[in-house]
């Protein structure tokens, strides 16, 4: 929480305490999940689990998050005062304005109208941000996530656009043997694009030629 | 020789095996090889033609000059060889580092090879192999045409982006006529770490230029055997701003000759009597980072932070307008601003003119079609997945265990894991001292209450041994002595 200093004798910025992040743990442990969805460490929010992947902070946002901030200010409601509660809601509430502009800018189909909705709710989601904290300074990101209805209407689903494959290109190409000269005899394209365009999958051998 | 191939390829035998198997079918086990038949994979990927068609630049060593020469046939040799120094010159000064080094002993000869490499795979060598292999030109033809543009977009390749590209006859480059088939590409330029990001190990990054073929249906775009590696950019560090275009020039110009002339490819799987093909590069699909130096933006902390749009920095943190915001430049502004940079004659006009209005020279807008502001993607998976939701976990809900407030006065009040908490109490029922220390602090506290084991008033910060021997000795007293001795003998 590194914007609310400006109040420093209202307790009010300390809603979200360990309890809540255990709470959090517990809901993520206690989840059943489709297998396709990428599992949350049930560490999570501690720095040993080291960077999340792309695909695990889509399921925090998606739906672990929202769902363990609105258990908890049910849970809250009672033991904690109207100041801090009215703030906690509106905590939740910007976290499901997120949940909501992602919602619709991750579907696989997307439209006019959805551009327009992803764009209503990042508006929600900004302004939020502005009245809930407002020494926090927006990062570029958040500029060019305001680009994203651009995206949508010029080139369709986001899945079209994204980094994914390139990615997964990446760890691949990490984990090829190398002579560990960098730039010095890293000539291996030879092999990697050898290895690319000859990688057969089994059973489907008759791709080669 | 098409046994070892066969093997290699279809049912994954290593090089090695296979050289092992090359060597007993030949017979020369133990005697001189034979010089007729090759003992090695390689030889025979290349006797059969099968090996993509790479050519080897030497590139200059500085990152901020990375300058790249092609290789030059040397008939009296048979090899190839290189420049000895860079002639690249940049702002009347010659680079001059050094290029190649002698290493290299043929026929009782030295002869140079390059310091750094940067392999290129040529582009037109991917597409005609591609197009060799069965289905896919057939998977290409039938998914542009089901996909027509209606009010929902199910694919990119349905976009207005893409369906309003016009080819160099003036007509929409997707609606070809005749034989011709023409493909759309995607362009990923991104650096990674080849010593997989260990803490331990240094940083280096190498580059890695690759394209996407968007005219393939989803399931085959992203394919390996269809990805396109066209270079890997040599390391250790990243090639610096412009230098990197010296990298993308073969690449480009290749499509450039591809979008304007056509290409013929004189066989292919479904055109036995060849068919030509056109390629072009619509979105440019990087991360922030990347995509900056690629298409020749200043940087995010520049005043014109956005390749999009031209809002100033200053306005970032109030105006959300989408429709307020100054549009981003069209293609004849920002190539006079580039040349414009390209042209000046010291580093210092260079980065003033950067300051100034936020452009830089890049190798793409050599293809006449290019859309520098909107064809550069903001790319959906690195701001909102990896920083739009991080930034909101972290910094507003701040779900960071060690900054959190804490309402109770104990900390870490939270039971350890049960799996970790089971595992703790099999050590101690087989009494392994080496066990019980691997434990975590707080599993090892939890066993203690557990147990109702009452340790000695600590003189400080409690360290694990004293846990463990607490722990041991109350269960087991025979560990005591043990303990005892292990004491007197340190």
Redesign the interface.
Known sequence: ???DNSHPSEPVE?I???????A?RKHIEATIRPSWQAHLP?N????EHGK?K??Q??T??EFD?PVSLAQLLHKEKDTISKVQYTRLSK?VE??FN?AMA?AW??S?????HHAERY?FYM?RY??G??E??PD????????????????L??????????????????G????MN?N?K?????????H???E?????PKGK????? | MFNAITQN??HGASYSAVGSFLSVSNGSLGTSPSSSSPQDLRTI?KKFD???K?T?YACCTLPTCSAIYPPTFDALHKTFSYPLRCQQAKFGKVCGSHLVEKSLVMNGQSIPRP???Y???HFHD?VG?ML????IEQAIQSHVYSTTYI??????M?????RNLIGVDGRPFLQTHGTDLNLVW?L?V?W?????NKAAGKS?S?G?I?M?C?SLP?HL?????N?H?S??I???SEPSLDAVNHFLEPLIDELKESYEDGIYYSRTYDYPSGRSSRSAIV?V????MASKKVTGHCG?RGKY??S??R?PRNQ???N?D?NAWPPGLTREDHVALADAWRNMETLSAQISAVKRHGIRWSVLLKLPYWQPS?WT?????????????????R??????????????ID?DD?GP?DASMKRGRKALQTQSFQKLKKLKMRVLKALCLEMGVVLPAPKGRRTKLEYVNGLLVSQYPCFLLTFLFSSLST
């Open positions: 929480m590194e914007s300390n979200i305490t360990k309890d809540s992040l255990h959090i049930h999570f929010g501690s720095p999340l792309a695909d902070w889509r925090a946002i998050i905590l910007l976290t997120l992602i800018g991750l696989r189909i997307t439209s006019a764009m508006h900004l302004n941000i502005r809930l904290f926090y300074q927006l990062k570029p990101n958040h500029h060019y996530a305001l680009h994203i209805p651009d995206i209407r010029l080139f369709g689903p986001l899945h079209g656009t994204w980094a994914f494959a390139l990615e997964r290109l990446i691949r190409l990490q984990k190398t560990f960098i730039g010095k005899y890293y000539q291996n394209l030879m990697i694009a050898r690319l365009t000859h990688a057969i051998w008759n791709r080669l030629f | 390829l279809f990927f099968l090996d993509p790479v080897r310091i750094k490499q392999p290129y795979r991917h192999s060799s292999r069965p289905g009010q929902e977009i199910t694919d990119i349905s976009s207005p982006a893409l995607s990923c991104d990674y770490n080849p010593r997989q280096v190498t890695v690759s996407i968007l989803q775009r992203t394919r390996e055997e990805i590696v270079g890997v040599p390391g250790p979105p699909i990087c991360d922030t995010h932070f956005c999009r749009c809002l970032l943190q109030e959300f989408a909107q993607i903001t790319e959906g998976m690195h701001v909102l997945l990896l920083g739009v939701i991080p930034r909101h976990c910094d507003l809900l701040g779900l960071n265990m060690k900054e959190l407030p804490s309402r109770d900390e939270e894991h």
